[in-house]
């Protein structure tokens, strides 16, 4: 087995925890990155399971949000990605928010320090070579042009692209406290927080009419040549797309003033701006869902209209670049295997899954499917009635093939209750249909008792 390791490439959420999982479950591999021989148009380090975009694994609530449920899953599978992420935690209300650097250099110490892991440092140009019996492709979003025809050519379908965005980050000490004030939305406590969590810029109705205005007449970069037809995520918006779309969409979208009170005035806000903190020192705070294709000088003169960001100073201004995603649906069997060459795993957000925690998800998934094959047992999957189970099964054939798109974990993937016994019984002796929260909290329990039952069984079984 030490002569034939399994090759994982890309060494990013995806591609960390599957390389975690398998070697814990005592078989060696090899993670492949390409960085920093070759870089990408978002990468800035050569760490493992480096943040491009925001900080937030988002929530944390594992009674109430899919993601949190999520969440609790991968800690209940001894995730890498969890672990770090619990250690390098930032107040963040109800979401786990990390210090990325410190993140990420816990990510690569675990790996380079784990026996049976080895990281190789270079691209792997196209497909890998035949001999590699097992390989899990985590390339990510960001997945480099040689790789990506490869893959077109062998599975005979084009691949999928769409746009994400980085938001900004501002100096702490340049924001103006006299204007902003901290707190979280309905002062919302998280794993790591205290319900002051957020820093809020308000603005009135004419100040936000005016933001909104610049943002529409502001210079924009030009696209390259392959990125002009490429669709938007919905869920990573441009803040300049938002506000094209209608004078109120940001007011009910990243601005909204809801679950605020400014304690410097004695009115509501018609509009809020958050920051949400981005390192463990508290130096840098990012800007909430204000990803942008502006210009740089441009993203300065605006950004600096929002109240209490007269004076900002910004440590990175906002990009975006172009993401990459197979149809899995049509491409993918049951266990991340390629149909067209099973040898072949996918794992990440190339699979079409979106955000950290689906990425590495996916890729513990894909881990330990393939370390299980390795090993010459029968891949377990888990319970269709987990978060995990939901998000797989999406992937690999709930989705419509014909109108596939990134999708990040929630209720609606999930299998309906209307077998669970736990719901009460009416007076005319049918359960009732649960809806709203009480929904949610019968599902995500649902969702942990499963799992923890087939943990249990496949604990036995091993």
């Not at 994982?8 to 960390?16: E, V, Y």
């Not at 985590?138 to 379908?157: C, M, R």
């Not at 100096?171 to 790591?192: C, L």
């Not at 969590?197 to 009135?204: F, G, L, R, S, V």
């Amino acid at each position: 087995m030490l002569d034939n390791p399994i090759h994982i490439i890309g060494a990013g959420l995806a591609g960390s925890e599957a390389a975690w999982q398998i070697a814990q479950m005592g078989v060696p591999v090899v993670l492949h990155e390409m960085r920093p021989d070759v870089g990408t148009a978002a990468h800035k380090t050569d760490g493992c399971a480096e943040l491009v975009c925001s900080n937030s694994f988002r929530s944390d609530d594992a009674e109430y949000n899919a993601v949190g449920l999520l969440h609790a899953e991968m800690r209940l599978m001894g995730s890498l990605i969890m672990r770090e992420g619990d250690k390098a935690a930032v107040p963040a209300g109800g979401a786990l928010a990390v210090d990325r650097d410190a993140f990420s250099q816990g990510v690569t110490e675990a790996l380079d320090a784990h026996p049976l892991i080895t990281i190789s440092r270079g691209e792997i140009p196209g497909l890998p070579p035949e001999e590699w019996s097992s390989v899990i492709v985590a390339t990510g979003p960001l997945t480099s042009p040689s790789l990506s025809a490869a893959i077109q050519e062998l599975s005979g379908a084009d691949a999928l692209a769409f746009f994400d965005a980085i938001a900004p980050i501002v100096h702490t000490e340049s924001i103006n406290m006299d204007v902003a004030w901290f707190q979280s939305r309905y002062d919302k406590e998280g794993p790591a927080g205290t319900g002051k969590d957020y820093i809020n810029c308000p603005m009135n109705k004419d100040q936000y009419d005016q933001f909104v205005q610049e943002l529409l007449q502001a210079e924009y970069g030009a696209f390259q040549e392959w990125e002009k037809d490429t669709p938007y995520f919905e869920g990573c918006m441009p803040v300049e797309v938002m506000a094209a779309r209608g004078p109120e969409t940001l007011r009910f979208g990243p601005m909204k003033p809801v679950g605020l009170t400014n304690p410097h005035k004695d009115e509501r806000p018609y509009a809020v701006v958050q920051l949400r903190q981005d390192n463990a020192l508290r130096t840098l705070y990012n800007i909430v869902g204000f990803q942008t294709k502006m210009k740089y000088g441009e993203q300065v003169r605006v950004f600096r209209m929002i109240p209490g960001l007269e004076n900002a100073e910004f440590a990175r201004l906002g990009g975006m670049h172009r993401n990459t995603f197979i149809n899995s649906p049509r491409l993918l069997d049951g266990t991340l295997r390629l149909k067209a060459r099973p040898s072949l795993r996918f794992a990440g957000q190339i699979t079409g899954c979106e955000g950290y925690i689906e990425s590495a998800t996916v890729g513990l998934m894909a881990g330990r499917f393939a370390a299980a094959e390795r090993l010459g047992l029968a891949p377990d999957l888990p319970p269709e009635t987990s978060a995990m189970g939901a998000l797989l099964g999406h992937i690999t054939g709930g989705a419509n093939a014909e109108t596939f798109q990134p999708m990040n974990i929630n209720f609606g993937l999930f299998p309906a209750l209307s077998d669970d016994l736990s719901r009460p019984v009416q007076p005319n002796g049918k359960r009732k249909k649960l809806k709203g929260k009480d929904r949610k909290k019968a599902l995500s329990d649902r969702a942990l008792r499963d799992m923890k039952m087939w943990l249990e069984r496949t604990k036995k079984a091993a």
